[in-house]
């Protein structure tokens, strides 16, 4: 057998029987995470090993060479991952610095019956500009991120923002004077 065969093999035995513990350890390493959360980085580092086990020399320890990987992607995560603060908090703190580059600033706070104006006016939106507004305005994702994640160049994204703003605003501004 060819050391390429090896490792594919051996990978394949060592998660076979051993899932469920690097599944136990990925999640004892990561703080307040869902079970779902540490099956998908099992799998993902399953998935980039196996896609590279023709090319690694023979590994010797299986169960050391996978362990460390795993580990190395947990610290990978907790490195990418934005601290997570109350969600419901969070998008209603983006709501109201939304409503602010519609209107302005002001010294009152916005209602709760307009907040839910703007609320249903994203949510009707054409899906190009709904999902541009909620990725950058409420999920904060820069239009870099977007524009790799999508292959758009950033010049569309944000002429399309820009469209999307300037929908909204119209659509709120008659809903604002009644209010």
Not at 7 to 26: D, G, I, V
Not at 99 to 122: H, P, Q, R, V, W
Request: a positive charge; aromatic letters at 8%; hydrophobic letters at 35%.
């Amino acid at each position: 057998m060819s050391p390429e065969t090896d490792n594919y093999n051996n990978l394949r035995t060592f998660f076979n029987e051993e899932y469920h513990s690097l599944r136990a350890y990925a999640k004892s390493k990561i703080d307040n995470a869902a079970d779902r959360d540490a099956e998908d980085i099992v799998q993902d580092v399953a998935l980039k090993l196996f896609s590279r086990a023709n090319n690694l020399s023979p590994i010797n320890n299986i169960a050391g060479f996978v362990y460390n990987s795993l580990k190395n992607k947990i610290i990978d995560n907790h490195r990418v991952k934005k601290e997570r603060i109350d969600i419901e908090k969070e998008l209603e703190t983006r709501l109201i610095e939304f409503t602010e580059l519609l209107y302005g600033k002001s010294a009152n706070t916005y209602s709760d019956k307009m907040k839910n104006e703007l609320k249903k006016a994203i949510m009707n939106l054409k899906p190009l500009y709904k999902n541009i507004i909620i990725a950058i305005d409420f999920e904060g994702f820069s239009y870099k991120e977007v524009s790799s994640e999508t292959g758009i160049p950033v010049g569309t994204l944000m002429s399309r923002r820009h469209r999307a703003i300037s929908l909204l605003f119209n659509e709120l501004k008659t809903k604002r004077s009644i209010n």
